[in-house]
């Protein structure tokens, strides 16, 4: 299973395996304040595969702290480039007002 992730900038869906996205909020969860981290967990934690949105507001807000994770000196480089490009993503999204989508 994987996740085919919205509003990539640069080209079409980003395209995740699920174990690729679980091992990422791994990492995120090691250099992120607990506050930030509580914001974007659901992200990593999906119980199911189903598809799933993110509202354009907390799309930015998410935006925000994957790139504070992306840019964390303890982020290894190769799951730092993985965070922003989800972090971008993200920002897209808001910057169009529209949803952010997983499916």
């Known amino acids: 299973m994987g996740w085919n992730i919205s509003h990539r900038p640069d080209s079409d869906d980003m395209c995740r395996s ?5 091992n990422l909020g791994q990492h995120i969860a090691h250099v992120l304040p607990g506050r930030d981290w ?16 993110v509202s354009t507001r907390d799309a930015g807000d998410m935006a ?16 730092a480039r993985d965070a922003q490009q989800l972090a971008d993503s993200a ?6 007002r529209s949803a952010w989508t997983w499916r």
Not at 45 to 53: E, V
Not at 64 to 79: C, G, S, V
Not at 91 to 96: E, S, W
């Open 91 to 96: 920002r897209n999204a808001a910057n169009t």
């Open 18 to 22: 699920a174990s690729s996205i679980h």
């Open 38 to 53: 509580r914001r974007i967990k659901a992200l990593f934690a999906r119980r199911s595969g189903d598809p799933f949105t």
């Open 64 to 79: 925000r702290i994957l790139t504070a994770a992306a840019q964390h000196p303890k982020m290894p480089a190769d799951w």
